[in-house]
């Protein structure tokens, strides 16, 4: 048996694929091992959000072709969302590559790995997506990422995304439902359904009946045993009125949206092309939010974006606190290749502005994160275990809410899978404590 060694930079789309990876690698012959020395075949998922990641992907293979010197036979591939770019050109920059794989040809490894096998280099990036494979061999766990749709047509501008997946485009009801129940008898007891925006999911079912992102999450509850449903991520002002009575009436589907915001100033939010002011944004967390007690909102922001001030910097720091945003992921801005936002080079913050601004970014996300979490003491939360853990003789297990709390109890055995109530006894930034009830 041959082996595979598979590294996964980037978001929950590229470690999916790495799952579909290995699954289609186990049918040629190949396992995986955690120590890329002993592998035969390397291959790392890349991602290009920021120019930091992209930096990681090609540091990465500079140490592989060295060892290709001693091992002639080891082949490297270089697949994901920065491979979407650069395709041949990458040839010039590492010519011991064996593979370049888009995004959209994921399923075509097979084939491809069996010719690099044979001593060709092999670039495909065509943007026609190929037919759907349904090996898996998902990571162990108790969630079980789905993806439903990729690709974007929003065109942010600050944004590589559009470029790197495409455009958008479903997967069938009958392909997702067919892999959630397969993912159930399994043992998982999540499923997390992916997309760059899952609210313009939109398919056809074989009958013809089209079937939006609601729809699929009826299908999706209706399939048998406890378990729960999520899905990531929401555009702001594509969350219908009947997405969320969706989320009320189904008991499977868990009260959590994470839904970016990026800027809390309207004028920025107008030069990243996002098709929402702050007001707006707000309306929709507080219709959320009236509408379902107890929901975890969750965002993404930016600092430092080209020609944001320092009061509209404010206003970011403003609105997480005022729509009291549960959590958010942050990030300093980074120009891309090929995005309307890098050609405003004279707009550019410096990078030590940028920096300081992220730093102070941060710090409010965990006081609001400590907020958050407070007004959970003295409630009793339903916790799928995810863990058990042994510590100098402290036996605790941890697992996720329904509305993704992160939540520490002591227990005396591991029962990761199970469901338990947790009473909530201490607040943490980052977690909850409690008592098994
Ligand atoms: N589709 C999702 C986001 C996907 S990208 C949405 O529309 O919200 C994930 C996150 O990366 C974005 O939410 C954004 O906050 C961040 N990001 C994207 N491009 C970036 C860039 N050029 N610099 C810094 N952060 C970026
Ligand atoms: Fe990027 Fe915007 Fe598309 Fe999200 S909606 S993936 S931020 S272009
Ligand atoms: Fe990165 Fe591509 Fe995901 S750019 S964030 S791996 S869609």
């Known amino acids: 048996m041959k082996k595979v060694y598979i590294e996964t930079l980037g978001c929950q789309m590229n470690k999916s694929d790495a799952e579909r990876m ?215 002002t594509d969350i219908t009125e009947e997405l969320i009575d969706t989320v009320i009436e189904l008991d499977k589907v868990c009260e959590y949206f994470h839904i970016p915001m990026q800027s809390g100033d309207s004028e920025v939010l107008k030069k990243m092309n996002r098709r929402y002011d702050k007001e707006t944004y707000g309306k929709i967390c507080a219709n959320i939010r009236q509408r379902i007690p107890d929901v975890t909102i969750t965002s993404d922001f930016i600092a430092g974006f080209p020609g944001e001030t320092e009061e509209q910097f404010q206003h970011t720091l403003d609105a997480m606190s005022e729509f009291e945003l549960d959590y958010s992921n942050t990030a300093a801005y980074s120009p891309r290749e090929k995005t309307v936002a890098a050609k405003w080079v004279d707009k550019f913050i410096p990078e030590e502005v940028k920096s300081e601004r992220l730093a102070r970014l941060n710090a409010h996300n965990q006081q609001c994160c400590l907020n958050s979490n407070k007004k959970y003491l003295g409630k009793t939360l339903e916790v799928l275990v995810e863990r058990f853990d042994e510590n100098n003789g402290k036996k605790v297990i941890s697992g996720r809410s329904r509305n993704n709390k992160m939540v520490h109890a002591p227990y005396d055995r591991d029962i990761t899978g199970e469901f338990v109530n947790v009473k909530i006894t201490d607040a943490h930034t980052w977690h909850l404590e409690g008592e098994v009830v």
């Open 22 to 236: 290995l699954g289609m690698l186990e049918h040629l012959d190949y396992t995986e091992t955690q120590n890329p020395k002993d592998a035969d075949l390397l291959i790392i998922n890349t991602c290009s959000i920021r120019k930091l990641s992209e930096d990681k992907a090609y540091s990465a293979i500079g140490v592989w072709g060295k060892w290709k010197k001693n091992k002639p036979d080891l082949k490297i591939a270089f697949c994901g969302c920065v491979a979407q770019q650069v395709q041949k050109d990458l040839f010039r920059r590492a010519p011991y590559v064996d593979l370049v794989l888009g995004t959209q040809r994921l399923y075509e490894l097979p084939e491809l790995i069996k010719r690099i096998e044979n001593g060709e280099r092999v670039v495909s990036c065509d943007e026609t997506p190929c037919a759907e494979r349904e090996e898996i061999k998902r990571v162990k766990g108790v969630n079980a990422w789905i993806p439903i749709m990729e690709g974007c047509n929003n065109f942010c501008t600050y944004c590589i995304v559009p470029y790197t997946r495409g455009r958008e485009r479903s997967r069938t009801p009958e392909a997702i439902l067919n892999e959630a129940k397969k993912a159930l008898n399994e043992g998982f007891k999540e499923i997390t359904l992916l997309g760059q925006n899952v609210d313009s999911y939109r398919s056809q079912d074989a009958e013809g009946k089209n079937v939006n992102l609601a729809e699929l999450l009826r299908r999706l509850n209706a399939l048998p045993g406890k378990f729960r449903i999520r899905f990531v991520t929401s555009y702001p």
